[in-house]
Every structure is written in C-alpha cells, then in structure tokens.
C-alpha cells in the first residue's frame, strides 16, 4: 500500500509526541513493505494514488484541507491524538460551537464537521475512543483502537535490578507532576532517578528547589537512546504518575525491559498494563509513594508483565493493525 502521512499541527521540534508517533509507524510500515509519504506541501502530491490518506492530530486547517481533498481521494483516516483534561460533555460543548454563517469555528468544532468524509479515526486506547464517540458524535464503529508501541530495542540478557525508582520526562512540565514525585521520594525515602530535558536555567532553578538538599534524589540530565536503556535494565520500578497522559511511552519502554510500573490511574495509560501495575491518583503523593515502596520492598508483576508488553506492543504488532485499519477503509468503499 501507498500511505500518505500529514500533521495536522506545526511541530517545533522532532522530540513532538504526535512527530514521534508517525515516524515510528512509518518505520513500522515500511518494515512489512509498504510505502509511506512524509507529505510536503511545496511539492506536487498525486493524492488520488493514495491508499490512504492520514493525519495526525486536528486543527480548523486540516477540516479545510479535508474538505478538499476528499473530492480526490476519500480514503481519509484521522489520529486525533486527543489527550483530554476535561469532561465528555464539556468537549461535546466546545464541539458544537461554531456558526456557518460567519465561518465562525474552532479545532473541535472542525473535528465534528467533517466526520462524514472520514473513513476511520485510530485512537490509542478506550478511554480515547469515548471521547470520540460521546464527544464528537463519530460511529462507534468508525473508531478503531491502534495502540502506541514502544520505541526502544529490548535485549535477552538478565540483568539484576537495583532499588531505585526511575522517571524520564519534560520534567517541570506541570501535567508530568514530577513536584508531587519528588515529594512522595522525600517523604517515603526511597532513591529516585530522574532524566529529561530542562529548556533553560528557570527550569534548573525550579526542579533543583524541588529537589533540595535530599541526597535520595538525582538528576542524570538529558538522556540518550543508551543511556535510557541502561537506566531501564536496572530501575526496579518506573513511575509515570501524570495528571494527564496519552499513553506514556516511556512507561511501556521501561515495562518491556522489566521494570515494575507505577502510573496514573487517570485516562488511557491503565488500559495497556492488563491490571500488571500500580495505577495511582496523581494527586496524592501518598499513593504515588506507597505505590512505588511497594515494588521497592519486594512485590513485582514481572517478568509477566514484560512479556505482555512484548508480546502486544511490539512494533511489528501494532504495525500489522494498522495495515488491518487500512485495509478496512479500502475494502469499505
């Protein structure tokens, strides 16, 4: 198949979650042999050669751009990548608005108007799905559940693990509550590890506040590929206690190389687990806490729950159910 890929969104940098996520189905989909077009809009498309046509996330320009190039090709498929802080009736509200007359409308608004020309909407997990369905209004049966993989190469190889708890993330981004982890490693005493970008000496300045003079907690900076997998091979545990999460790669990452997992128990993250983890309220740093001393102190859900991630959400598998999608949306026309 010839698939056409189109962000939605302008990206500032290629770290983008939603620049991530398509270029790693891209390497999925080119390993079982099928063709894939990053679109460039300075060149010349021969959009009606497309087998299907899709984008990731939504915005008024790509309902525009829907409307057009539906009159050429109609196998048009939608990654919404919707990571909702808000109720379903609420995303239904701003939904709704907008007026024709005035060409009055919003990126939710433009989601909604053009489900008629959208063959498939992929999301990442159920709780996505309901949003989707009770929020938008699309077909429940035009809604197909494609999770996220993980990224990382995975080894044979045990290796012992050590007591500590690790977290990888934009780490004084509020939705990633580091803040609330750090106070719950201060407060139940157990060594925490933490990687990810800072973007300028304010953030310095912030997590070494949060951090303090607690000798518990360090900071190892920006990470590479090696670096995390090293990191992952000896963590006992990976926290991921978000206040809002997708998916949480970084999570499905240190489960496939054996760490315990600890993760909010809010939106889709829980769904890929298979109950194999602590699902914690981001919000109490008791939770967060308890939930990581258990696994430290000798509790562990693997190496059942490693090969269950393995298993289901390898690249190779989640690239065959997207070709499944994509057959659909050809074999529905």
């Not at 050669?49 to 090709?73: C, E, P, Q, T, W």
């Not at 938008?136 to 080894?155: A, D, I, Y």
Request: proline residues 3%; hydrophobic residues 40%.
């Amino acid at each position: 198949m010839k698939i056409a890929f189109i962000l939605s969104n302008g990206a500032l940098v290629p770290s983008n979650g939603v620049v991530s996520q398509s270029r790693t189905w891209k390497i999925g989909l080119e390993n079982l042999g099928h063709e894939v077009i990053l679109i460039d809009m300075w060149q010349k498309n021969d959009w009606a050669s497309f087998d299907a046509i899709h984008f990731y996330g939504f915005s008024i320009y790509m309902r525009d751009f829907i409307l057009g190039v539906y009159k050429i090709n109609s196998n048009i498929i939608v990654s919404p990548i919707l990571d909702p802080n808000y109720s379903i009736r609420r995303l239904k509200l701003y939904s709704y608005f907008g007026i024709k007359k005035l060409n009055l409308t919003n990126p939710y608004h433009g989601l909604r108007s053009i489900k008629s020309k959208v063959k498939a909407i992929l999301v990442r997990s159920n709780f996505e799905k309901e949003y989707l369905v009770k929020g938008f209004g699309f077909k429940r049966e035009v809604c197909e559940v494609v999770p996220l993989s993980f990224n990382l190469p995975t080894h044979e190889k045990s290796i012992k693990k050590e007591s500590f708890c690790l977290h990888i993330s934009l780490l004084t981004d509020d939705r990633k509550n580091v803040k609330r982890l750090i106070q719950a490693a201060i407060k139940y005493k157990f060594k925490l590890i933490l990687g990810g970008k800072l973007r300028n000496e304010q953030e310095v300045r912030l997590l070494n506040s949060w951090i303090g003079d607690n000798k518990n907690i360090e900071y190892r900076g920006y990470l590479s590929n090696e670096e995390m997998i090293r990191l992952y091979s000896h963590a006992k545990v990976f926290a991921l206690p978000s206040t809002i999460e997708g998916v949480g790669i970084v999570a499905l990452e240190a489960a496939s190389m054996n760490c315990d997992i600890v993760i909010t128990k809010l939106g889709g993250p829980k769904e890929y687990y298979n109950g194999m983890a602590k699902f914690v309220n981001p919000y109490s740093i008791d939770q967060i806490g308890k939930g990581i001393r258990h696994f430290l102190d000798g509790n562990s859900c693997q190496p059942e729950l490693g090969n269950h991630i393995r298993l289901n959400y390898s690249l190779q598998s989640v690239s065959e159910r997207l070709v499944a999608a994509y057959r659909s949306v050809n074999n529905n026309q």
